[in-house]
Each structure stands twice: as C-alpha cells, then as structure tokens.
C-alpha cells in the first residue's frame, strides 16, 4: 500500500488575496512535500512499515534511531498535510465558540496565545514548527525542530505554522515575523482547529 500525497484543501492561487502565491504552493506542495511522498515510500517498499498508517509510521519510526530517514519523511507527509488544513483563505483573526473559550481559559486572553504562538514560530532556530497542542483539559503552544510533530509525542495537535524557509521565502523573503503576523491575521482556518479540539 502506497503512500498518497493528499490534494491541497484549495486551488493553488486561493490564498494569493491574502499572501502566498500560487508559486509557493507550486513548490511547498508540488515539490517538498511530494519528495517527502516518494522518498517515505521508497523507504518503506517491501518492509512491514509498507502496510502501516502514516501516523504508525511516525510512532515506530520516531523510537527507532535506524529508522530516523523513515520518520524524518513520514513526519514531514504528515506534518504538511496537517499545515495545508490550517490554512484557508479569508481566515485568520480571533476564534469564536468553544474554542475561543478553550484558549482564554488556557492562555488569559487571545492576545496573550498570539504573543505566544508567534514566539514559538520566531525563535525556533533553523527550520520547524509551532504548534497549539491540547494537553489534558488546556491548550499549550509548542515548537519543534526539522520534522518533529506533537504526534510524535502522543500529543494532539490542534493548528501548525511551518516555519521552514521554504515555507515563505517566496512571499516574504527572509522577514519570519511578517510570514507568521500574516498567518494569523488572514489565514488560520480556525474550523479547522475547533474540529481538531472537538474530535
């Protein structure tokens, strides 16, 4: 069993009004995250992997240090298929609901996640992610390196920012701050996430 690069949510020049063109999708999608694909099952062809889940993948290979290319590509499928869902255009601003109560109980206020989530994606040196995690019955902020996940973790994952140059030197070159202020204005799909939490 083959594994399957999933069809972007939205048309590649969908967020384009709101600050990433057509050509990052053509790269990010078309290119480092169909590598990720072919290189995941090229490593696990013929190995008892090859029938697992992705998210079994992720879990056997993150304990096993022979198996870090397995995990390193697998992660990432997984990782960029979860940021392509979080992403949605005309999104962005504060939640509404449940989940706008979930993060003022857990964070004070959503500006005070704001501040926090964008720390997290601002200093997480070299490339990575950050993460709204749900951890018990609150919500935390995380970040990881290279191609680590909460999933990894057995944490739950809620919403991601890749913060990978690649992940926005199209668009902003080599300003990170603006890349994450513009996610969190005008494209976070919080419907998303509130299904992530409700799930």
Not at 111 to 137: H, M, V, Y
């Amino acid at each position: 069993m083959a594994f399957v690069q999933p069809p972007l949510p939205f048309a590649t020049d969908a967020l384009e009004p709101y600050g990433m063109k057509a050509e990052t999708f053509e790269y990010h999608y078309g290119k480092h995250h169909k590598a990720y694909v072919d290189n995941l099952n090229n490593l696990t062809k013929d190995t008892d992997l090859a029938d697992k889940s992705l998210e079994e993948v992720i879990q056997i290979s993150f304990k096993d240090s022979s198996k870090a290319g397995i995990f390193n590509n697998a992660a990432q499928v997984w990782n960029h298929t979860f940021f392509w869902n979080s992403l949605k255009a005309g999104g962005g601003g504060e939640p509404t609901g449940d989940l706008a109560a979930k993060i003022n109980s857990s964070f004070g206020s959503y500006e005070n996640f704001r501040k926090e989530f964008s720390n997290a994606a601002a200093t997480q040196f070299g490339s990575g992610w950050a993460w709204l995690i749900q951890d018990g019955d609150s919500l935390k902020v995380i970040k990881t390196p290279n191609a680590e996940n909460p999933l990894a973790y057995g944490q739950k994952a809620l919403l991601t920012l890749d913060v990978w140059e690649h992940a926005y030197y199209i668009d902003f070159r080599n300003a990170r701050p603006a890349f994450i202020n513009n996610f969190l204005d005008r494209l976070v799909n919080w419907d998303f996430v509130a299904q992530n939490l409700a799930a």
